[in-house]
């Protein structure tokens, strides 16, 4: 089998927070639907500080647009919305 793909996912928002959690609740399925297990390898969101139950473990990178540069993550998944700045 082949390697993870692995994740970054910037913006832990509904939608961010919703998908990290399809992610980890059905990985058995998205794997065996995709051929090739997906893996969260970082997270990041604008506020760290914020309560979030699902992202216990997960590696953290305070900035999100660090995400495409690093090494360990194959496939940016950006869910940042919000009005303004």
């Known amino acids: ?21 399809i992610l ?14 997906l893996k969260i390898g970082a997270v990041s969101a604008r506020d760290k500080s914020k309560a979030r139950e699902n992202i216990k473990g997960l590696r ?10 690093d090494p360990e993550i194959d496939v940016i998944v950006e869910l940042i919305g919000g009005e303004g700045g």
Not at 3 to 15: E, K
Not at 24 to 37: A, V
């Open 60 to 69: 953290w990178i305070d900035n999100a647009v660090a995400m495409a540069s």
């Open 24 to 37: 980890q609740n059905h990985e058995q399925m998205l794997q065996k639907r995709s051929g090739r297990s």
């Open 1 to 21: 089998m082949s390697s993870p793909l692995r994740l970054g996912i910037a913006g832990l928002g509904t939608v961010g927070a919703g998908t990290v959690a």
